[in-house]
């Protein structure tokens, strides 16, 4: 194998890991969920990292690789992408954050989850840090538990955002901005293998 195809083949195992994480983020709960989204940024970001280096292996590279590139960094979802990256590696931040916003009776916000609490449950949390709900159980001699279960209700609206939008202030969906992030990313490998891979496919 060549050392291109080895690259090319190193930036497609790193685009996995970083589905991989988004994955996690999408089907976790509590800090589970947030180890997803920090691996998702952190491997996206890698994916640009490995595939600079074919400008070792491939003399067209840097004019290509440059015309890509200047888009991403124009694209807002790669900046914050970016900038959470950063965060995440020199601050330990894991870049997004929970809200809740409840209209309604207490009854009316605990829905189902009020409406169905079992019997071993002695409390119930909607939105935690992570953006989940559930049941708690109490233990006297070590931290509380957290049950985690799905909870969809009319009157609660909540979940992770990555941060307000400078113009609208409207929230940006953490998930929805991962999901775009790295699709961007695995059109940027499919484009690089179309480019590069063709010649030493042998």
């Given at each position: 194998m060549s050392e291109t195809s080895e690259i090319l083949e190193r930036a497609e195992r790193t685009l996995r890991a970083s589905y991989a994480g988004l994955e996690t983020f999408k089907n976790n709960n509590g800090e589970a969920k947030f180890i997803g989204f920090r691996n998702a940024v952190t491997m996206g970001r890698s994916v640009t990292f490995v595939l600079q280096n074919l400008s070792s292996t491939e003399d067209s590279f840097d004019e290509w690789y440059d015309k890509r590139v200047d888009v991403l960094k124009e694209d807002p979802a790669c900046q914050r992408m970016v900038e959470l990256r950063n965060k995440i590696e020199k601050e330990g931040d894991e870049g997004v954050t929970n809200y809740v916003k409840a209209n309604g009776t207490g009854s009316q916000i605990l829905?189902?989850?009020?409406?169905?609490?079992?019997?071993?449950?002695?409390g119930i949390f909607i939105a935690d840090q992570y953006g989940g709900s559930g049941y708690t159980i109490e233990h006297s001699d070590t931290p509380n538990e957290k049950y985690y279960v799905d909870f969809d209700n009319e009157y609660v609206d909540f979940g992770v955002y990555t941060r307000k939008d400078s113009e609208t202030k409207e929230r940006i969906d953490a998930e929805d901005d991962l999901e775009y992030y790295i699709r961007l990313l695995a059109e940027l490998v499919d484009d690089a293998k179309k480019?590069?891979?063709?010649?030493?496919?042998?």
């Open positions: 829905g189902e989850l009020g409406r169905n609490k079992p019997s071993w449950a002695d480019e590069f891979g063709q010649s030493h496919s042998n």
